[in-house]
């Protein structure tokens, strides 16, 4: 059909003549009412939204000395964040002299670890960057 022939039946039932793959040969046009067709677009897009999950980075802070009911207290803090879906970066900054105790903060590092393993795994191992000791861990995935 003409461009011509689509426009003058598209005014006639007072509808729009949008082009729906105009690369094809011959391009391919539809008349519709071209608002409703944006508004239904818009609505499809807004529900897609809707269904996604957009994950998050938390942080948890611990000390070098840390003790154990603090960590407790922490680790529930990061079971929350993971249980919604939210990756963590647990930071351990280290003071003063407390960079001679490296090794401390590891091990503060893997206790917390094996406490938050049920709902979290290690996605990067602890490193340091500068004065801190820097973990993240991402929830466990349900497969």
């Known amino acids: 059909m003409k461009t011509e022939e689509a426009l003058e039946i598209a005014n006639n039932k007072k509808l729009d003549l949008v082009s729906i793959s105009p690369n094809a040969n011959p391009p391919v046009c539809k008349i519709l009412d071209y608002g409703k067709y944006r508004y239904e677009l818009q609505k499809r897009e807004k529900e897609a939204k809707k269904k996604q999950k957009t994950t998050q980075l938390k942080e948890i ?5 840390i003790e154990e009911h603090d ?3 922490k680790a529930n803090t990061a079971l929350k964040f993971l249980k919604d879906g939210d990756k963590l970066k647990v930071s351990l900054r280290f003071r003063g002299r407390e960079k001679d105790y490296a090794s401390k903060g590891m091990q503060v590092m893997k206790k917390f670890a094996e406490i938050v393993s049920e709902f979290g795994v290690i996605e990067k191992r602890p490193e340091f960057e500068g004065r801190s000791l820097i973990m993240i861990m991402a929830p466990k995935s349900d497969k």
Request: hydrophobic content about 50%; glycine content about 0%; charged content about 10%.
């Open 71 to 73: 960590i407790q207290v």
């Open 61 to 65: 802070r611990l000390s070098t000395f």
